[in-house]
């Protein structure tokens, strides 16, 4: 029965291992998009998309190995950014002086 008790964790060194596991994942797809972009013939459109995944996943891999640029990204969806449509006047006297 002792192997069904509960060990307490860090939930926190265990989130970042996991990212660092997944940044290292990310990482090796991007690259190795990258590689086959660079060595495809033929398809332009097709090797142009396949090489901005990789540059993609490479980006995504470095956000998730930045302790700070996670901070932020983490702030943002907690705070469920909206967008709101702002009137300006300046830009609606300009558009009526123009006509």
Request: net charge negative; proline share 3%.
């Amino acid at each position: 029965m002792d192997s069904d008790i509960v060990v307490p964790h860090d939930a926190a060194l265990i989130g970042e291992a996991c990212m660092g596991e997944g940044a290292n994942f990310i990482r090796r797809e991007g690259v190795k998009q990258e590689c086959i972009a660079l060595q495809m013939e033929g398809d332009d459109e097709a090797r142009l998309l396949l090489y901005a995944r990789g540059l993609v996943n490479q980006a995504m891999a470095d956000i998730l190995e930045d302790p700070v640029q996670m901070q932020r990204i983490i702030d943002i969806f907690r705070s469920k950014p909206t967008l709101r449509l702002v009137h300006d006047r300046d830009a609606e006297r300009d558009e009526a002086e123009a006509t």
